[in-house]
């Protein structure tokens, strides 16, 4: 195969595999605002949720989205720092553009998941019998 159309291919992955995560996150926090509403938890609980919610969401990505069998922890990282970016400008957009809330420690916990979960991802046996 040629470089480009595995380029492609990776890109494609990795497009796949964020905007998996984006719509399962938002989804996930959806219902954790319910959670927050009914049960008014504390400032760390709300902190271990928000991390849970990213790490589940790129996690879930990454093994959905991925299809070619090579790169795991490559493209799980790239997955794991667009879904960051994307994630901001989602949500600074449903709060008007007022706040972009970026922190580094999101961009790191979702780098190390989507690394983590990539590697995961292309060793499972239904991955492997597609080479």
């Known amino acids: 195969m040629k470089n480009s159309e595995l380029l492609k291919r990776d890109f494609a992955d990795i497009l796949r595999a964020s905007v998996t995560a984006l719509l399962l996150s938002l989804i996930l926090v959806l219902a954790f605002a319910v959670v927050v ?20 969401a790129v996690t879930a990505g990454v093994l959905i989205g991925f299809r070619d069998p ?23 957009a449903a709060d008007g553009f007022k706040s972009a809330n970026f ?29």
């Open 70 to 92: 090579r790169g795991g922890a490559v493209k799980g990282a790239f997955t794991g720092v667009l879904f960051t970016l994307l994630s901001v400008f989602v949500f600074a």
């Open 103 to 131: 922190n580094f420690a999101d961009l790191l916990t979702t780098t190390l998941t989507g690394i983590i979960a990539g590697v995961i991802a292309v060793n499972l046996p239904r991955r492997k019998a597609k080479r």
């Open 37 to 56: 509403r009914l049960t008014a938890p504390s400032d760390s609980a709300l902190t271990v949720g928000n991390y849970v919610i990213k790490a589940v």
